[in-house]
C-alpha cells in the first residue's frame, strides 16, 4: 500500500438558547475537535483537588469513565480528583447516563458548566466518555499544574461522521503492545473511534493464529537485507498473541474504539504463502518480504485455500467483535494466476473471463462467508472489480476519491480515506531535519481542508458516506516514535474533519486552539511533529554570493504564531527580535529562529543557518530536484529497519540522478560529495521496467556530474567503491573546469540496477583561496 490572532474566550450573556458556535473566538481556545454547538454564559467554575468526580447512574460503563477522566488528569495536569460514588460532593463534576439526555444522537453529549459545577449527559455509553473527553480539554487549557477555572457555558455535540478512523500497519514494521495501545489513548482523546489494524501483508504475518503455528513461526520473521550489519539486526518481527490481542481490543472498547482487523487478500500474501506454500498458486516458498511494494505472491483459487482462509477468519472473528473484517484486496498483480494452468482451468469453469473478475469472485466468496457470520466485508476500491461483491460490503476509496464515488453511486457504503491526502506516510514538511517518508509533502491544513464528501454526489448518495480515515503505512516508518511524528498534530485536523460539522471549518481558528494541544503532547510523552511552525531561513544564494551581502526571509508553513530570532547563535525566545520584515545581513551571518504562540510558547524548535560562502555552496542531497522524467520520491534511512530520525536521504528508486539548483560558479573549483549506499529493497512488479539504467565505465559504476542539462558536458566522472570491501557512507572528490556565471549540475549515478541503491548525503562546491 505503497501506495490570525490569538483566540480570546468571550464571556457573552446566556440567553436560555442553545446557538450554534458561529465563530472560533467565542470558543475556549482548548478544544479539538470543535464542538457542533456551544455558547458562553456568565461566571466560572474552579476544579481544583477538592472538586469530586460524581458517577450519577450505576452503570459500571459510567464509572469507567470517571476513573479515566481522573486518572488522565492526574498524569497530565497533576490534578488528582477523587470519585464520589455517594453523590454528596459539594464541588462536583457529575457523569450521567440519561435515556431523555438532551442530545438523542449517537455518541453524542451535552456539557454545561455553571457557578456550581459541572454536569455531563449522554444517552449512550460512547457519548458519556466523549463528553467527558471534552471536559478533559476544558481543564487542560495550557501548561500549567493544578486547579483550573472552567468558563462557565453549555455544549451540545454528537459527531458528523460514525466512522472516525485511522490505520495503523503493523505489518511492515512491528509495534509492542504497550505502543498499540498509547496510540489508541490518543484516538480516544480525539474523539475517533475505528482503528484499522494491518496484521498482514508480504513482510509479516502479526497474529497468532493457533489453527495454522507456522504463519507465526515462518511469517512473522524476516531476514533483513545486509542482516547483521550496519545496525541492520540479523532477524526482524514479531507477532501479537491471542491473549495481547484480547488485551488491546478490550483496552480500545473502554475507550469507545473498534478495532477492524485487516488480513490482505488475494495479494499481499507472501509472508502467508512463505509459511504455508501449499496455498499460493505456484506451490513454491518464498522467503517473507524484505521489499516494500507491490510483491507477486497471491492466493490460490482452490477449495482447500479458501477452507483455510475460512479457518483463519474464524479465529480473526471469535477475536475482533468488529462488525467490519478488512480484506484489503487491493494491488494484487494477476501474473501468477495469468501463468497457472490450474488458475486457468478454474477461471473456465466459473465462465469467468479475466483475472479481475476472478478478483471479484475471491472477494464475493469471503464476504459471503463473513455475512454467513453475522460480519460485514470491507476493502480497499480495488473490491469493486468484478460483479460478485455482497451488497452489504463497504469500500474504503485509497485511490483518490474516485472509488469512493464509484462505490456510493452503485449503493455500498464508503469510508474516504484517499491518497496522498490522508497517507499519513507522507512527509509533513520539506525542511531538512524532516524524518523519512514518503514525497510529496501532505501538510497539517492540507489534512484539515481535505473535502470528504464529494461534491457529485447527491444528498442520498452522500449518505452512503460513514466517513474518514488516515493511513500510516510503515514501510519507511519503522519506530513508534517515528509514527507518532508522522501521525501528530495531524490527527488533530483528521479529528476536527470527521467529527466537526463541515460549516465550522475555521483553519485560522484550529491553529489559534492547537497549542492547547500541542502542551497535551508533550505532557504525554508525544512524539508529535513540529513542522508546520517550523521556520524556514531562506535567501538567494547567488545574490549572497555575488555581493557577500543577505535578504534573509523568514517564515513558517502554517504562517502562524509569531517568530522570534537572534544573530549571536543563541536560542530564541519571546524576548528576541520579532522577525517582521527581511533581514539584511552582510556575511557571514548565523540566523537562529523559533515560532511562537501568543502565551510565549514555543510552536516549534528552532532552526539555525548559517551563512557565509562555503555553506552556500553545499546543500543536503534532500534539498536537490529530482532530473525531469520521475517525480517519485522517498526520503530513507540508511537501513531498512534503522530507528534513528537522521541522516535521512532523497531517493528515487526509478532514476539516481538529481539537480544541483543554479548557482554562480565563478571560482568554484572542485565537488566534494558525502555519498551513501542503499539496499535497493523495493518491489515495482510491473514498473520495474521503467528504472533507468545508465552505461557506466567502472565496475561499479560512477557519479557523474554535467553541465546545464543531464546530457550536457562531462564536468567530473567519480568511479564508485565496490560495495563489498567499502564502507556504507563514503566521500568523492573532483576537480571541475572553471565557469562563469551560474550553472545548474546534473549529478547522476550509472550504478547497475541490479544492485545496490545510492544516494546523495552533501553536496559542496570548493571554491579556491
Not at 502479526?206 to 539486526?233: F, M, N, S, V
Request: include cysteine.
Amino acid at each position: 500500500m505503497t501506495r490570525r490572532p490569538p483566540l480570546v474566550a468571550c464571556a457573552c450573556l446566556w440567553l436560555g438558547l442553545l446557538l450554534p458556535l458561529h465563530a472560533a473566538a467565542v470558543a475556549p481556545s482548548a478544544l479539538i475537535p470543535l464542538p457542533a454547538q456551544l455558547s458562553m454564559a456568565q461566571g466560572r467554575f474552579q476544579v481544583d483537588a477538592d472538586t469530586r468526580i460524581v458517577p450519577a447512574d450505576a452503570s459500571a460503563a459510567t464509572r469507567g469513565t470517571a476513573e479515566y477522566l481522573a486518572a488522565l488528569l492526574a498524569r497530565t495536569r497533576g490534578l488528582r480528583l477523587r470519585i464520589d460514588d455517594g453523590g454528596k460532593a459539594a464541588s462536583a463534576i457529575v457523569l450521567q447516563r440519561d435515556p431523555q439526555a438532551p442530545v438523542a444522537a449517537a455518541e453524542g453529549y451535552a456539557l454545561s458548566v455553571t457557578p456550581q459545577g459541572i454536569r455531563i449527559e449522554a444517552r449512550d455509553d460512547a457519548g458519556l466518555f466523549h463528553g467527558a473527553v471534552t471536559l478533559y480539554q476544558l481543564l487542560t487549557p495550557d501548561a500549567k499544574q493544578g486547579a483550573v477555572d472552567v468558563p462557565a457555558l453549555t455544549i451540545r455535540d454528537w459527531p458528523r461522521f460514525a466512522w472516525r478512523g485511522l490505520m495503523l500497519d503493523s505489518a511492515r514494521h512491528f509495534q509492542s503492545v504497550a505502543d498499540v495501545e498509547k496510540l489508541i489513548d490518543q484516538m480516544a482523546q480525539h474523539k475517533l473511534d475505528v482503528l484499522h489494524w494491518h496484521l498482514t501483508d508480504d513482510q509479516g504475518w502479526r497474529i497468532q493464529i493457533k489453527r495454522y503455528p507456522e504463519l507465526t513461526k515462518i511469517g512473522a520473521w524476516r531476514t533483513p537485507p545486509d542482516a547483521g550489519h550496519d545496525g541492520e539486526p540479523k532477524r526482524y518481527g514479531g507477532f501479537y498473541t491471542q491473549a495481547q490481542i484480547r488485551q488491546v481490543v478490550a483496552y480500545a472498547a473502554a475507550r469507545h474504539v473498534t478495532i477492524v482487523p485487516e488480513l490482505d487478500m488475494p495479494g499481499h500474501a507472501q509472508a502467508a504463502v512463505a509459511s504455508y506454500p501449499r496455498i499460493g498458486v505456484t506451490g513454491r516458498r518464498p522467503q517473507v518480504s524484505v521489499d516494500s511494494g507491490i510483491n507477486p505472491w497471491l492466493y490460490n483459487v482452490d477449495d482447500d485455500t479458501f477452507t483455510f482462509i475460512d479457518n483463519v477468519l474464524d479465529e480473526v472473528m471469535a477475536l475482533f467483535p468488529s462488525k467490519y473484517i478488512h480484506v484489503g484486496g487491493d494491488e494484487a498483480i494477476k501474473d501468477q494466476w495469468q501463468a497457472s494452468p490450474t488458475v486457468q482451468a478454474k477461471m473456465r469453469a466459473l465462465g469467468i473471463t479475466s483475472e479481475d473478475a476472478l478478483q471479484g469472485w475471491f472477494i464475493g466468496r469471503i464476504g459471503r462467508y463473513l455475512e454467513k457470520h453475522g460480519r460485514k466485508l470491507i476493502g480497499w476500491d480495488e473490491i469493486l472489480e468484478g460483479d460478485n461483491l455482497p451488497a452489504d460490503a463497504t469500500v474504503m476509496s485509497w485511490r483518490g476519491i474516485d472509488g469512493g464515488i464509484k462505490a456510493a453511486l452503485l449503493g455500498h457504503d464508503v469510508v474516504m480515506s484517499p491518497s496522498p491526502g490522508l497517507y499519513f506516510d507522507h512527509v509533513q514538511g520539506d525542511l531538512a531535519d524532516e524524518y523519512a517518508g514518503r514525497l510529496g509533502v501532505e501538510s497539517l491544513q492540507d489534512v484539515y481542508d481535505l473535502q470528504v464528501v464529494p461534491d457529485v454526489l447527491n444528498a442520498t448518495q452522500a449518505k452512503h458516506v460513514l466517513g474518514v480515515q488516515a493511513n500510516v503505512w510503515t514501510e519507511h516508518i519503522p519506530s513508534m516514535a517515528h509514527v507518532e511524528h508522522m501521525v501528530f498534530p495531524r490527527l488533530d485536523a483528521l479529528a476536527e474533519l470527521a467529527w466537526s460539522p463541515a460549516a465550522r471549518h475555521d483553519w485560522p481558528g484550529f491553529l489559534a486552539r492547537l497549542p492547547a494541544q500541542l502542551a497535551r503532547y508533550r505532557a504525554q510523552h508525544v512524539n508529535y511533529a513540529d513542522s508546520a511552525f517550523a521556520v524556514d531561513i531562506a535567501t538567494d544564494r547567488n545574490v549572497a554570493l555575488a555581493t557577500g551581502k543577505a535578504t534573509v526571509t523568514l517564515s513558517d508553513q502554517a504562517g502562524f504564531g509569531a517568530i522570534h530570532y537572534t544573530l549571536d547563535g543563541s536560542a530564541p525566545t519571546p524576548a528576541s527580535p520579532r522577525y517582521d520584515a527581511p533581514l539584511n545581513l552582510a556575511l557571514p551571518a548565523t540566523v537562529r529562529a523559533a515560532s511562537f504562540a501568543a502565551d510565549g510558547s514555543a510552536l516549534a524548535a528552532s532552526r539555525q543557518r548559517t551563512l557565509d560562502r562555503a555553506s552556500l555552496l553545499s546543500l543536503p542531497g534532500t534539498a536537490l530536484a529530482n532530473c525531469p522524467g520521475s517525480d517519485f520520491r522517498l526520503r530513507v534511512q540508511p537501513m531498512p529497519d534503522a530507528t534513528s530520525t537522521q541522516p535521512v536521504y532523497a531517493v528515487n528508486v526509478f532514476d539516481s540522478c538529481q539537480l544541483f539548483p543554479p548557482t554562480l560558479m565563478d571560482g568554484v573549483q572542485a565537488i566534494h560529495v558525502d555519498a551513501v549506499r542503499l539496499v535497493r529493497n523495493y518491489a515495482l512488479a510491473h514498473e520495474q521496467k521503467l528504472v533507468v539504467s545508465r552505461p557506466h565505465a567502472t565496475p561499479f559504476g560512477e557519479l557523474v556530474v554535467h553541465a546545464d542539462r543531464c546530457d550536457g558536458t562531462v564536468l567530473a566522472s567519480m568511479p564508485l567503491p565496490d560495495p563489498a570491501h567499502s564502507q556504507r557512507q563514503f566521500k568523492l572528490d573532483a576537480k571541475l573546469p572553471a565557469q562563469a556565471g551560474e550553472h545548474t549540475l546534473c549529478l547522476v549515478y550509472t550504478a547497475p540496477i541490479d544492485g545496490p541503491l545510492y544516494a546523495l548525503g552533501r553536496v559542496s562546491l570548493e571554491a579556491g583561496r
